[in-house]
């Protein structure tokens, strides 16, 4: 069935590093891919999407392109605040499974000054 | 102010009882969702509705119910038969089933 697999946390980097987190899928059809941050505490907030191959979502510095041939849909962020600690949640939607959205289990992002 | 609103943020309640857990919307949304989320978990889906007066179980539904009796409502109900009810819920809202979720604040549950 439909899934998504993310790199295991947690991460911690410095200040102005660069992050990379990993996601991958699996897919029958061509679905929609997501990522969600989610603040201690605090519900889901959706950061970026992609809806075919090759496009690229981008919000507040953080970009992922959506990769067909090796099913992936990897985070990066060229220079991390600590205003980005949070958990970063990878998610797919695929119409051929009735739209269901799968949820990767998360990976817990901390920056450190 | 548009947006999703679950209330109350923290609900405390005894073993055994059954409590509701509140979920509104106005952002016009057809189709609303109900996940549980564990200490260091990914998002379980509990119940979804695509329409008024329909709704569909997710992976976790045993011990939980739904009614969808108006559009902007999707309220939750823990009942008793629920094992281990202590967790954190979220409510979310898609315009369609599949596209893009968007999440309330969520309620913390903690039985006693």
């Known amino acids: 069935g439909d899934s998504v697999t993310q790199m295991e946390g947690p991460v911690t980097l410095s200040e102005e590093a660069f992050l990379t987190i990993n996601c991958t899928y699996t897919a029958t059809g061509y679905p929609s891919l997501f990522w969600y941050v989610q603040y201690p505490g605090e519900g889901l907030q959706l950061l970026l999407k992609?809806?075919?191959?090759?496009d690229k979502g981008s919000n507040k510095g953080f970009e992922a392109t959506y990769r067909k041939e090796t099913t992936s849909f990897h985070l990066e962020k060229g220079s991390v605040q600590v205003s980005d600690s949070a958990v970063y949640f990878c998610a797919l939607s695929a119409r051929n499974t009735g739209n269901q959205f799968y949820f990767g289990t998360g990976t817990s992002l901390t920056v450190i000054p | 102010d548009g947006g999703i609103t679950q209330s109350p943020k923290y609900l405390f309640r005894k073993e055994g009882q059954n409590v509701t857990l509140s979920c509104e919307q106005n952002l016009n949304h057809d189709a609303m969702y109900w996940y549980r989320q564990d200490p260091g978990q990914g998002l379980r889906l509990i119940y979804y509705?695509?329409?008024?007066?329909?709704?569909q179980k997710g992976d976790i539904a045993e011990g939980y119910s739904v009614s969808r009796e108006k559009k902007e409502s999707f309220p939750l109900t823990v009942t008793s038969a629920q094992k281990n009810p202590t967790a954190f819920y979220l409510c979310?809202?898609?315009?369609?089933?599949?596209?893009?979720?968007?999440f309330g604040p969520g309620t913390r549950l903690t039985v006693l």
């Open positions: 992609a809806t075919k191959a090759d």
């Open positions: 509705s695509q329409i008024v007066n329909d709704f």
């Open positions: 979310a809202t898609s315009s369609i089933v599949g596209d893009t979720q968007y």
